[in-house]
């Protein structure tokens, strides 16, 4: 079923595949992925019809069609939440970026040979820009919500799962309770920190030695 017009002010999310291009070397596990993206997106939008989407390549413009923000929100951040969890599975992690404002989509026009389906607005640039080259870098399975982008977030059944920092909110989808939160990102933190230390053994040539 094609998507409706919209035109107002809501919550657009844009997300898309961490580590992707490295998957390009491979054709086929960048396809795979794709697919499973597509697929994932698929099943959560159609069983949410408060959120629609348009995926293209390894990303996605999704963006809520709610009664309300609260309402909005809510709807965008299960939607969120389901992917990431599919995706999850196939060992494949998004960066997802949400922010308030203007979003417009339009009827789709065709020619022979081109199809154009114009979007627009403040709300997809703000989402795009936190994704591609917002402070911090956004990293791998991370969501979260802009703060500049509204005067205040709306309470929804998913805030005990937001935290607050100076220019976001962020959504920890990954974990069952509020409790969980803290151990979760001290286990994501040290990741990074055994990462790092992995690449000083190599340069340091640690693991040639061991193999001599």
């Known amino acids: 079923m094609p998507l409706q017009p919209f035109d107002g002010n809501t919550f657009v999310a844009f997300t898309d595949i961490s580590g992707f291009k490295e998957m390009m070397k491979d054709g086929n596990r960048a396809s795979k992925a794709m ?5 994932s997106a698929y099943d959560a939008l159609r069983d949410n019809p408060a959120v629609n989407g348009l995926f293209i390549s390894d990303c996605g413009i999704m963006f809520s069609r709610g009664d309300s923000p609260a309402q909005k929100l809510s709807a ?3 939607v969120v939440k389901r992917i990431n969890e599919s995706l999850l599975e196939h060992s494949i992690m998004l960066t997802t970026s949400i922010a308030w404002g203007h979003f417009s989509y339009h009827d ?5 040979g081109i199809e154009k389906n114009p979007i627009y607005g403040s709300g997809y640039l703000s989402a795009f820009m936190d994704n591609e080259t917002g402070k911090p870098k956004i990293k791998p399975g991370e969501c979260r919500i802009l703060k500049n982008s509204m005067t205040e977030l709306p309470e929804t059944d998913q805030e005990l799962f937001l935290q607050e920092s100076t220019t976001h909110y962020q959504y ?4 069952r ?3 969980d939160i803290e151990g979760f990102k001290r286990r994501y933190k040290d990741s990074y920190s ?3 230390a992995g690449m000083l053994s190599a340069l340091r040539g640690e693991n040639v ?3 001599e």
């Open 76 to 78: 965008m951040l299960q």
């Open 194 to 196: 055994l990462k790092y």
């Open 35 to 39: 697919s499973r993206l597509y697929s």
């Open 177 to 179: 309770s509020p409790d």
């Open 108 to 112: 789709r026009i065709e020619f022979d």
């Open 209 to 211: 030695r061991e193999n």
């Open 172 to 175: 920890f989808w990954n974990v």
